[in-house]
T-cell receptor, first 109, second 112 residues
Framework: RKEVEQDPGPFNVPEGATVAFNCTYSNSASQSFFWYRQDCRKEPKLLMSVYSSGNEDGRFTAQLNRASQYISLLIRDSKLSDSATYLCVVRGSQGNLIFGKGTKLSVKP | EAQVTQNPRYLITVTGKKLTVTCSQNMNHEYMSWYRQDPGLGLRQIYYSMNVEVTDKGDVPEGYKVSRKEKRNFPLILESPSPNQTSLYFC???????????FGPGTRLTVL
């Protein structure tokens, strides 16, 4: 099982749609989780951290299910500017960050 | 301005010609890392450094070297580049134990 797995997509959705991305991780001892966003040919940037209790930032909600080793990202009321690749990230046992391959989102007018 | 800089941004070279990609950060971060990104394979870690004089292999270290003599710099060295090292390379830095990594703009390397 890969350390961090994501559905590669692409997810093609209309503006205003709600879209959810899922991610699973293999190391049950992992403590820190994040979502990064990467625009085409640009560097990845932190979107949000994922806390045990779940957290929300505007239209974005991140959830963690430790029992199932599963992380999710929900985007409500999608905008054209949300089009990007979303990377699930888990902190490894050595302190390094382990990136999933990313899920590509395309929001259409 | 807080940033991570990489040079060069674009490089075309030939097999076997040693090259160095520089990475520098001005945020006093302990942690620095190099990644390569290839279509369908995502970001793969090459090497990382938790602090000065401390470096560790990532997932794909073969064919690469790094050094961390100063906190701000973390150069990536390809002693004898090969075509399979053609890729987009990112350097990143962050606080030790912190979640956010700040990435450089990337270096697109082509080895002929």
């Amino acid at each position: 099982r890969k350390e961090v797995e994501q559905d590669p997509g692409p997810f093609n959705v209309p503006e205003g749609a709600t879209v959810a991305f899922n991610c699973t991780y293999s190391n049950s001892a992992s403590q820190s989780f994040f979502w990064y966003r990467q625009d085409c040919r640009k560097e990845p940037k932190l979107l949000m951290s994922v806390y045990s209790s779940g957290n929300e930032d505007g239209r974005f909600t991140a959830q963690l299910n430790r029992a199932s080793q599963y992380i999710s990202l929900l985007i409500r009321d999608s905008k054209l500017s949300d089009s990007a690749t979303y990377l699930c990230v888990v902190r490894g046992s050595q302190g390094n960050l382990i990136f999933g391959k990313g899920t590509k989102l395309s929001v259409k007018p | 301005e807080a940033q991570v800089t990489q040079n060069p941004r674009y490089l075309i070279t030939v097999t076997g010609k040693k090259l160095t990609v520089t990475c520098s950060q001005n945020m006093n971060h302990e942690y620095m890392s190099w990644y390569r990104q290839d279509p369908g394979l995502g970001l793969r870690q090459i090497y990382y450094s938790m602090n000065v004089e401390v470096t560790d292999k990532g997932d794909v270290p073969e064919g690469y070297k790094v050094s961390r003599k100063e906190k701000r710099n973390f150069p990536l060295i390809l002693e004898s580049p090969s075509p399979n090292q053609t890729s987009l390379y990112f350097c990143a830095s962050g606080l030790a134990g912190g979640g956010e990594q700040f990435f450089g703009p990337g270096t697109r390397l082509t080895v002929l």
